[in-house]
């Protein structure tokens, strides 16, 4: 953080008492105001004790119960700026974390008094610097390759073009569990990036997540569905089975089988004007989200946190049979993928042409002006006896890192951990019950299912990591087209993924 005379703002009176309010609730409050949410034990058909990978997900801990008073140490950083690097992307993400001025948007103003909140406090001027996501990873690593300290914080996606893995193999960023400051095991932070992310006995970690950036809670997969087409079928909306813990691959085959309707055309061949209307649309990230959605990962740990490959299962095997059943049904299943022509997955849903879709959170701003009514369901589980709902991040999601050439680790620590907070009790509740529930979604359904959505999220270490990300995507692409080969491509394959463990354990162990 360069010392530097504080940048004088144009006086805002609203943005000032809502900066003034934000800190008051903070100094304050005895507890956070975040009410527990009610019927997860139904929604996610278990008996209430998740003893998943997604157990410690912070939405779930902070709304277990009331949290302590959060105290802010004391910090004064003399008017200097703190320059996060961030993100841009073109695929309509909310990804700004630092506004200059109100915009009469309330999530945009609620970020803007959120930082006057955290300036004031500590005596800083945020800034950002933000960069196409496919540029970042390039622009960190020149900078901390060089010994410049031009960031004091960076968003990097997580495994968009390649898995920050290979930055932490370069020593890029600090340990941050090194850093006492950064309260890691608060709810304000992400809990299963946090286990997941901790490899071998050395307990290092080296990248985090929580609600600084907004667009991680846009980033996980869930199900679209055209509510008034579902009527018109004489089907029931699969709410009821999703509070049930029935929402499995079986169940959206039957409803995708029969949205499948060629309504006079003479073939499911994809026509811009045409009447036929398909199943369901996405492409390979849906694909891949059905996957996760029941429950397997790629990766896991045993009890010395050792990760290995564990998907030779017949568990495993049989999932992908059904996926690929799902995709290689011509008129069930209708890949499309390409923003600049039309023949998008997003488009084609708000079309009309297709009972479902698979897709981010994010597509809802989509959807805004769309004629049907839409609702959204998670991401079905492989069967009735899966303990509960699983989604994946879309892989553009950023993850938060400390640069190796940042000199005052802990002085960064501390705001960073106001931040996440902050974000946490007064940005996240905006979002998903101002932006998505008022804004976006249509019915009580459908912001039902959102809360069991935004609690379902499974993080994949290992293509983070890069170990099997080769593998992930080969078996991806591969059900994607409707085939199943996944044996031989774990025959193949799995050789490298514990090459590349290896690799990484000898850095951490």
């Known amino acids: 953080m360069s010392k530097v005379n504080k940048k004088t703002r144009a006086p805002n009176i609203a943005a000032t008492i809502l900066a003034i309010q934000l800190i008051l609730s903070v100094l304050f409050s005895a507890s956070c105001d975040r009410q527990q949410e009610n019927g997860n034990q139904a929604a996610n058909g278990g008996d209430g004790n998740d003893g998943g990978e997604n157990a410690g997900n912070h939405e779930n801990a902070q709304d277990s119960g009331e949290t302590d008073e959060y105290l802010f140490p004391e910090l004064d950083c003399g008017g200097s700026d703190f320059t996060f690097l961030g993100i841009t992307t073109t695929w309509d993400f909310y990804s700004v974390i630092v506004h200059e001025s109100e915009t009469g948007e309330i999530l945009d103003d609620s970020i803007y008094a959120r930082n006057r909140a955290v300036e004031e406090k500590f005596g800083i001027n945020l800034k950002e610097t933000a960069f196409d996501i496919g540029q970042v990873e390039g622009k960190l690593?020149?900078?901390?390759?060089?010994?410049?300290?031009?960031?004091?914080?960076?968003?990097?996606?997580?495994?968009?073009?390649?898995?920050?893995?290979?930055?932490?193999?370069?020593?890029?960023?600090?340990?941050?569990?090194?850093?006492?400051?950064?309260?890691?095991?608060?709810?304000?932070?992400?809990?299963?990036?946090?286990?997941?992310?901790?490899?071998?006995?050395?307990?290092?970690?080296?990248?985090?997540?929580?609600?600084?950036?907004?667009?991680?809670?846009?980033?996980?997969?869930?199900?679209?569905?055209?509510?008034?087409?579902?009527?018109?079928?004489?089907?029931?909306?699969?709410?009821?089975?999703?509070?049930?813990?029935?929402?499995?691959?079986?169940?959206?085959?039957?409803?995708?089988?029969?949205?499948?309707?060629?309504?006079?055309?003479?073939?499911?061949?994809?026509?811009?004007?045409?009447?036929?209307?398909?199943?369901?649309?996405?492409?390979?990230?849906?694909?891949?989200?059905?996957?996760?959605?029941?429950?397997?990962?790629?990766?896991?740990?045993?009890?010395k946190g050792m990760p290995y490959l564990s998907i030779e299962t017949p568990r495993f095997f049989d999932v992908c049979e059904k996926i690929a059943e799902l995709t290689g049904t011509k008129g069930i299943y209708q890949n499309a993928n390409n923003y600049d022509t039309g023949f998008h997955f997003e488009y084609i849903f708000k079309g009309g042409r297709t009972l479902m879709m698979v897709g981010e959170l994010k597509a809802s701003d989509v959807f805004r002006d769309m004629d049907s009514t839409f609702g959204i369901v998670p991401i079905p589980k492989y069967d009735g006896n899966q303990d509960k709902y699983y989604s994946s991040v879309a892989r553009q999601m950023p993850v938060l890192v400390i640069p190796a050439t940042n000199p005052e680790p802990g002085s960064t620590g501390v705001i960073l951990d106001a931040m996440a907070y902050l974000s946490t009790k007064n940005i996240t509740p905006i979002f998903f019950d101002v932006t998505m529930s008022q804004k976006r979604l249509r019915n009580e359904e459908s912001i039902e299912m959102l809360k069991i959505v935004k609690d379902s999220v499974l993080y994949d270490v290992g293509t983070a990591y890069g170990w099997s990300s080769d593998l992930y995507v080969a078996i991806r692409d591969s059900l994607d087209k409707g085939k199943n080969t996944v044996v031989s491509l774990i025959e193949k394959g799995s050789g490298k993924v514990l090459s590349n463990i290896e690799k990484t354990m000898e850095l951490f162990d």
């Not at 095991?185 to 307990?203: F, L, M, R």
């Not at 009527?231 to 039957?254: A, C, I, M, Q, R």
């Open 141 to 303: 690593k020149n900078a901390v390759l060089a010994g410049e300290n031009i960031y004091d914080a960076a968003y990097c996606p997580s495994y968009n073009n390649a898995p920050i893995g290979g930055l932490v193999a370069q020593n890029m960023f600090l340990d941050l569990n090194e850093i006492p400051e950064l309260r890691l095991d608060e709810p304000w932070w992400n809990q299963t990036v946090n286990t997941d992310c901790i490899i071998g006995s050395a307990n290092k970690l080296f990248f985090t997540a929580c609600d600084i950036n907004i667009m991680n809670l846009q980033a996980p997969w869930c199900v679209y569905l055209n509510e008034d087409m579902i009527k018109n079928l004489g089907l029931d909306l699969p709410y009821s089975l999703v509070k049930n813990g029935k929402w499995t691959l079986d169940e959206f085959h039957k409803y995708v089988k029969a949205g499948a309707q060629l309504n006079g055309a003479a073939s499911f061949d994809w026509e811009p004007s045409g009447a036929a209307v398909f199943g369901y649309t996405s492409y390979e990230g849906g694909t891949g989200a059905l996957l996760v959605g029941s429950g397997e990962k790629f990766i896991s740990k045993d009890e």
